[in-house]
């Protein structure tokens, strides 16, 4: 798929992976319909992109949101009048025992990393379905491909992304819409710092397992977003992003129960 001159909705737009996009894909000509909560770091993207003389839209929303998920289409055809692209890349962690997870944070996670994505999808299909080459690309993590305790939710989440492009691809196998998973691994954004964590949690134990996390999140997302915008060039189904993904997967594959006994700290028991 070349993007130049493309029409590309991207959510989660204001920093981290979906900023790093962005800039990629304005360099190289394509037209974008940037999506963030946070409308500063959004128009803060979107000033970036606009150098590079390609059409920015700028829509501040909150992707949880049905009834406003259901009325950017219009809005993004107002300004570009079409679609080419749609990635669903908004998300947010939280960490916690399934015990310790509150019902609120565990539906809040799964309407911003799960619901979005099914609500983006059914909003834009009927327009990528017009063009003679579209895709969709969602992204999961490493997390959709292994279970670390701790992570609940977010696996949950990131799991429901993964089936629910796997099928999606199949039915859409016959038509000019195609569809890219996206697993990336320890990417240096600010996701961890910002996760929820469960009520009692002390500030001492959240800057532990913040520095414990941090130690893993060692690839630039430029060089991210390198790499899953050559995925999507070359139609793949599946991006793997980062060396701890591919090994990652390739061990899941291979011990697809018992993987964790090689790498226990995984399985660790502590909250």
């Known amino acids: 798929m070349q993007i130049r001159e493309k029409v590309a909705v991207l959510t989660g737009a204001g920093g981290g992976i979906g900023r790093a996009l962005a800039l990629l894909m304005a360099e190289q000509g394509c037209h974008l319909a940037l999506v963030d909560i946070n409308p500063a770091p959004l128009e ?90 579209a895709r969709i690309v969602n992204v999961s993590s490493l997390f959709g491909l292994i279970t670390p305790a701790g992570q609940t939710a977010y696996c949950a989440s990131k799991f429901a992304v993964r089936g629910f492009s796997h099928a999606l691809r199949l039915e859409l196998q016959e038509t000019s819409v195609g569809v890219t998973v996206v697993h990336p ?22 800057d532990r397992e913040m520095a414990r996390v941090n130690k893993l999140l060692r690839m630039p997302p430029s060089r991210a977003a390198d790499i899953i915008l050559d995925g999507i060039r070359n139609d793949r189904a599946r991006v793997l992003v980062g060396n701890d993904a591919r090994l990652l997967a390739w061990l899941e594959r291979l011990m697809p129960v018992n993987y964790w006994r090689l790498i226990p700290g995984l399985a660790r028991k502590s909250g």
């Open 185 to 206: 691994g320890g990417i240096a954004t600010g996701i961890a710092a910002s996760a929820r964590l469960p009520d009692g949690v002390t500030d001492t134990e959240k």
């Open 44 to 133: 803060e993207t979107a000033i970036l992109a606009r150098a590079h003389g390609i059409r920015v839209s700028e829509h501040p929303m909150d992707v949880s949101r049905r009834e406003a998920i259901a009325e950017l289409p219009d809005a993004v055809l107002t300004e570009h009048g079409q679609v080419d692209l749609l990635i669903n890349n908004a998300g947010v962690a939280l960490g916690g025992h399934f015990e310790q997870v509150s019902t609120e944070n565990f539906d809040w996670l799964m309407a911003i990393n799960f619901d979005a994505v099914v609500c983006m999808t059914r909003a834009f299909l009927p327009l990528l379905r017009e063009r003679p080459a």
